[in-house]
T-cell receptor, first 113, second 112 residues
């Protein structure tokens, strides 16, 4: 099993630019989560999907952030326009109904300058 | 206070046991997890315990759960330099069907 795959692994972008982070969950998993990790706030749940439908997006910080899951094997997290305070590690994770654990990708390390 | 609390740092000598502690507020948490994060890497699931268990052992790892005090601990026996990482405690109500609430993580520092 390839695990949860995220891209890009690292991105440096200028303030105001659009950033798109991508995630491929583990095959067969029907839950997908997006987390953000910062020194100040730790790990925060941004949004999660079940069967490609957003279930809870209460953690999305503001309208500049959006997430989609067009099919069971792909999700995107978009930031437009990006700001320096968006600099963080963004993790995608997946799990399946009846499972007890959530599996994380290696993260996308975003720096906005 | 925070939903899940951990000490920020723990320093131990190589070969000794490490005990990382975690307290939580939500008594309805049914799954409790320990994740490990090495520098520049993602989160690796180490182990988890159901709320109806008091203890779980897996090789060098021992998890203890005190539901009354809402206290979870992770003991690493014979700590090695490769154990140097950040250890996160996390709680969930629904296991794989629910988002996790994480503590801020404990940096485990190994002294030679």
């Amino acid at each position: 099993d390839a695990g949860v795959i995220q891209s890009p692994r690292h991105e440096v972008t200028e303030m105001g630019q659009e950033v798109t982070l991508r995630c491929k969950p583990i095959s067969g998993h029907d839950y997908l989560f997006w987390y953000r990790q910062t020194m100040m706030r730790g790990l925060e749940l941004l949004i999660y999907f079940n069967n490609n439908v957003p279930i809870d997006d209460s953690g999305m910080p503001e309208d500049r952030f959006s997430a989609k899951m067009p099919n069971a094997s792909f999700s995107t997290l978009k930031i437009q326009p990006s700001e320096p305070r968006d600099s963080a590690v963004y993790f995608c994770a997946s799990s399946w109904t009846g499972g007890n654990t959530i599996y994380f990708g290696e993260g996308s390390w975003l720096t906005v300058v | 206070g925070e939903d899940v609390e951990q000490s920020l740092f723990l320093s131990v000598r190589e070969g000794d046991s490490s005990v990382i502690n975690c307290t939580y507020t939500d008594s309805s948490s049914t799954y409790l997890y320990w994740y490990k994060q090495e520098p520049g890497a993602g989160l690796q699931l180490l182990t988890y315990i159901f709320s109806n268990m008091d203890m779980k052992q897996d090789q060098r790892l021992t998890v203890l759960l005190n539901k009354k005090d809402k206290h979870l601990s992770l003991r690493i026996a014979d700590t090695q330099t490769g154990d140097s990482a950040i250890y996160f405690c996390a709680i969930s109500k629904g296991g794989g069907a629910d988002g996790l609430t994480f503590g801020k993580g404990t940096h485990l520092i190994i002294q030679p």
